[in-house]
Structure formats: C-alpha cells, structure tokens
C-alpha cells in the first residue's frame, strides 16, 4: 500500500489538444513514465478550468492553437486561478513572439512537437520539480540576432513563472505595493522575489531589471 508521502513523487497530468488523436497518442506514451500516476485528456480549455475546480493536477501540457481559448489564454487563466500548476506549452508554433507571450502569461515550458520523447519526459519531470523547462531550440529562436543573448536566455530560463510576473510589472513601472494587490501576496513576497531577480540576472537596481525584461520584449 502507497505511503502519502510516496503519491506525492507521483504526477498528476492533464494533456490539452485538440487533435484528439495526438492527445490519445500521447497519453498512451507519457502514462508509461514511472512519475507519473494518471493522465486526463481534453480538447478545450474551457474543460480543463472546470476539472481544476474539483481535481488536483501537477502538470497541463497544452497545445497553442485550440479553439474558444488557445494556450496562452489558458496559461494565463491557470497561472492566475492555480498557481501552483506548471503549465508545458507543446506545439508547431515557433514564432518568437508567441514563446515570449507564452512565457509571460505563466508557462514553465515551451517545446516544439519535433522534440524526442526523451526531452518531453526531461521537461515534465523538471516542471514538476518546480523548476522551468525550455529547450536549446526554443531559446534559439527569441535570442536571435544580439551576440549576449544566449547568455540572457540562460538567464530568462533559471526564472520561475512567478518571477517573471513580477519581473514584467516592475518593467511596467508599478510599485511594490501595486505588484502585491494585483499578484495577491505580500510585499514581504514581492520583495524577495524582487531579491532574488537581481541575484540571478547579476543586476544591481531596478533599471537592470527593467533593461533586462525590455530587451527580453517581457515589458510589452
């Protein structure tokens, strides 16, 4: 018989897509991962918000473009309700600006449907272990064309979702405070989320931040 402390090494998944073959397929490959515990498959996020509501769910792997509510809609819906879910974007768009729009609404990782089942499971299990997950191709795209900017997404990708949250309204110029009300936790938070932007970016003030967050396009 489980232990709880041993079900909670196991993953909960919810995959989104909708090509519900795809989804099907997939579920079929991740469901044999030793982490994880069970897979619901949906088509629409609207289905994915109403099973939050009553389900706990470690991971949403979700596709970008669904109809009613594509991925980022989702993310950021999932990022603001549940933020304790990591949210894995898995999709053919590899346009920069959805990646940077997809990683500012909330998503701890974004990956290419071309990835191997090696990296999928990489991702999964890093998102799990709090951390984000964004692979060597996905950074290739939004750093292109500045010579320091490879150094920039290795920094982009040690950020926690939360992070970039506050990391884009300092950019946005609201205050401490401000950022508290509008993220729903304390200053105490803000500030040590503030703290720990600086020391993993290597910037002394604010204006490192906001340099930081515009070259990124996060200020937008």
Same mark, same amino acid.
């Given at each position: ?7 909670? =090494? ?5 995959? !989104? ?11 079929? $490959?991740?469901?044999?991962? #030793?982490?994880? %515990? &069970?897979? &619901?498959?949906? =088509? %629409?996020?609207? +289905?994915?918000?109403?099973?939050? #509501?009553? &389900? ?22 999932? *990022? ?14 590899? +346009?920069? *600006? ?11 990782? @974004? ?7 090696? #990296?999928?499971? +990489?991702?999964?299990?890093?998102? *799990? ?33 939360? +992070? ?5 309204? !300092?950019?946005? #110029? @609201? ?12 200053? &105490?938070?803000?500030?040590?989320? %503030?703290?720990? $932007?600086?020391?993993?970016?290597? !910037? ?10 515009? %070259? *990124?396009?996060?200020?937008?």
């Amino acid at each position: 018989m489980l232990k709880k402390s041993d079900l909670s =090494r196991f993953m909960q998944i919810i995959l !989104v897509d909708d090509h519900q073959l795809f989804g099907q397929s997939l579920s079929s $490959l991740l469901i044999q991962m #030793e982490e994880v %515990r &069970n897979i &619901n498959v949906f =088509r %629409r996020g609207t +289905e994915v918000l109403s099973f939050l #509501e009553n &389900n706990s769910v470690d991971v949403v792997i979700s596709d970008l473009q669904m109809p009613e509510m594509n991925g980022i809609e989702l993310a950021t819906k999932i *990022h603001a309700k549940f933020p304790d879910i990591k949210v894995l974007i898995l999709t053919i768009d590899d +346009e920069p *600006h959805k990646i940077r729009q997809a990683i500012a609404a909330g998503a701890s990782g @974004y990956l290419l449907k071309d990835t191997d089942k090696a #990296e999928l499971e +990489e991702a999964i299990k890093k998102l *799990h272990q709090g951390m984000p997950y964004y692979s060597e191709k996905v950074l290739k795209i939004i750093t292109t064309g500045e010579k320091d900017k490879s150094l920039i997404s290795k920094e982009l990708a040690q950020l926690s979702a939360r +992070e970039i949250d506050v990391l884009k309204l !300092v950019a946005q #110029e @609201y205050s401490t405070n401000e950022i508290a009300d509008l993220l729903f936790v304390s200053v &105490n938070t803000v500030e040590s989320h %503030r703290k720990s $932007l600086m020391k993993k970016l290597d !910037v002394k003030n604010v204006v490192g931040l906001i340099k930081f967050a515009m %070259r *990124h396009k996060l200020a937008e």
